[in-house]
């Protein structure tokens, strides 16, 4: 049922919002952003600006799911440190555009909180990688809220522990597929970061992870242009809505864009390289809270 809804979400955004877009004014006098304003998704806007140093630090509940194991999987707590810049461009008096980008370290580990368990199998991670975060903010005094979005590349290094005497052929060579090697995967999630003053945040948030047992190159970029062509058309979407409603703006790009992330990691969780015919990868699902400062 859930990958029939994640299909038809995609439907809807790839063909309802080109139409929506052609209505814009083509006039770009009232839009206070400039050709500085990139699209949120792209290699270039990794490095495409540098503001506000910060850090930021997150406590994590995981939940593993793996369609092709049998066996159980024990959930440990996360805990993440990230470092990178954060860029707050205005629109109007009260609505925002934040920006961040960060290199983050992060690791998955009984040592974090959870006691030791006769689950079947308890998966030990350290991973890195690369992300982006995004999204508007509306500013009430000196406080900001903002609804936000995110996407990450990173890197998995995950090694298993087995607490039963055996695990079936099948479950054996799953496990082999990742058991300490280093696996390319993403990571998408939806939060809010509420800054109290300039310098601090709160952030909560709820992420969504693919761990791939193989890369297959020319499936995975085809995969990842769909994704990634249907943010660029909630980008467009959003953009023509801050002209006539821009109140209305950090809601409509909040959901549009975690929408598009939903449906997208449910059609992965049966094939990682979704729509094109591949195996099912190991999933997991985190809500995290944590702290940003900046400098």
């Known amino acids: 049922m859930l990958k029939k809804i994640a299909f038809l979400v995609i439907l809807a955004i790839v063909f309802s919002i080109p139409i929506a877009a052609q209505e814009e004014d083509s006039t770009e006098a009232d839009e206070q952003f400039d050709s500085k304003d990139y699209d949120d998704f792209g290699l270039f806007n990794y ?3 540098a503001k506000d140093p910060m850090i930021e630090v997150f406590y994590g509940a995981p939940k593993f799911a793996w369609k092709s194991l049998k066996s159980s999987l024990q959930n440990n707590p996360s805990a993440e440190i990230g470092i990178g810049y954060s860029h707050r461009r205005k629109y109007n008096a009260h609505i925002y555009k934040l920006n961040k980008k960060m290199f983050f370290v992060s690791g998955i580990s009984q040592n974090f909180g959870n006691a030791n368990s006769k689950i079947e199998l308890t998966p ?9 975060t995004y999204g508007y903010s509306y500013k009430i005094g000196r406080m900001f809220i ?3 979005s995110s996407n990450s590349f990173v890197w998995s290094n995950i090694s298993f522990k087995n607490s039963v005497a055996t695990l079936s052929s099948t479950d054996s060579t799953n496990i082999n597929l990742y058991n300490k090697a280093f696996r390319f995967g993403t990571a998408t999630q939806a939060g809010i970061e509420i800054s109290i003053v300039p310098v601090f945040s709160i952030n909560c948030g709820y992420e969504r992870s693919v761990i791939f047992p193989r890369y297959l190159f020319w499936k995975q970029a085809g995969s990842m242009l769909l994704e990634f062509g249907g943010y660029g058309l909630t980008d467009r979407f959003v953009k023509s809505i801050l002209r006539s409603s821009p109140y209305a703006a950090p809601i409509v790009d909040f959901f549009l864009k975690n929408a598009v992330s939903f449906a997208m990691y449910e059609l992965r969780k049966e094939k990682m390289n979704w729509p094109f015919k591949s195996a099912s ?3 997991f699902d985190t809500w995290k809270i944590g702290v940003t400062f900046r400098f």
Do not use: K
């Open 47 to 49: 490095f495409g600006f």
């Open 124 to 132: 030990e991670m350290w991973r890195f990688g690369l992300g982006l």
């Open 146 to 148: 903002t609804p936000y």
């Open 281 to 283: 990868p190991l999933t």
